[in-house]
């Protein structure tokens, strides 16, 4: 069960074949500047290799102008989301809180939504945060104790869908799929879904920091953990349960997918710069 609450190295080549001792160009044009009553005694010019060095932060395939558009990698969004959830926390429940992660929810109509994931030491937070007013809208509570599943692996689709995506999420199960009312599977808005299902923010490749709070398999490890202690320091009835982690592929149910495919495009689930509108 969830409870949903609302807020305001390259190395240097020589181009010289093998066995070509003569001198080049520069070498000549040197022995014809010297003495003209001397032999010509090529000067031996120093050449600096020219190294490419590859670093991964910032990624060199990513472009700034595009990462500035999004509001979250702008200087201390994230900082103060961040803050504004402790402070929350040590309000209303006090729990301790074991890590932040900036992933991207998909629903079960495949639509992309940016969420922030905390997890303290009882639950599974799942923060719709708005990074333009830097207020949080939507904070969704899962107990640990009620998790019971975990499955890694890649996105498969219906045969005749028509929006499908590549790579690898992860779900996280919390209540019977067999219980779901047909409303609820088929309704797109619906927040009755028993399960949720992440991939990596398309902006993880940023810097150092959003490599760490965006990594898919630091989040599994971290959560797995969080729920083995709270499932052994649990009582009654839920005392018993195991935690089944599993690689399976993760099974997105939509057909026609239309509305995921503008929304998608569009980047409408996230905190985005969209430019100005005029007439």
Sequence with gaps: MSTIGSFEG???ISLKQEGDD?????DRLSMEEGDPGKDPVPKHISKQPSVTESTLYPNPYHKANVSRKYFVTRPGTIETAMEDLKGHIAKTSGEKIQGFWLLTE?????????????ITNKTLMICKYDF????????Q??????VYRICLGKFVFPGVSLDKRQGEGLRIYWGSLQQQSLLSRWNP????VPYATFTEHPMRYTSEQFLEICKLSGFMSKLVLAIQNALKSSSGSGGGKELMVLT?????????????F???????????ARGSIGF
């Excluded at 998909?106 to 905390?118: C, F, G, Q, T």
């Excluded at 509570?141 to 009620?146: Q, T, V, W």
């Excluded at 399976?248 to 995921?260: D, V």
Aim: glycine letters at 4%; charged letters at 20%; proline letters at 6%.
């Design 10 to 12: 390259f190395q240097p």
């Design 22 to 26: 003569q001198p080049s160009e520069t």
């Design 106 to 118: 998909i629903d079960h109509w495949n639509n992309e939504k940016e969420r922030i994931l905390v």
């Design 132 to 139: 333009i007013m830097l207020s949080c809208v939507q904070l």
């Design 141 to 146: 509570r899962i107990p640990l104790s009620a």
């Design 189 to 192: 808005w619906s927040t009755e």
């Design 248 to 260: 399976e592929p993760i099974l997105i149910e939509t057909y026609m997918g239309l509305m995921s």
């Design 262 to 272: 503008i929304g998608n495009r569009n980047k409408l689930g996230y905190s985005l």
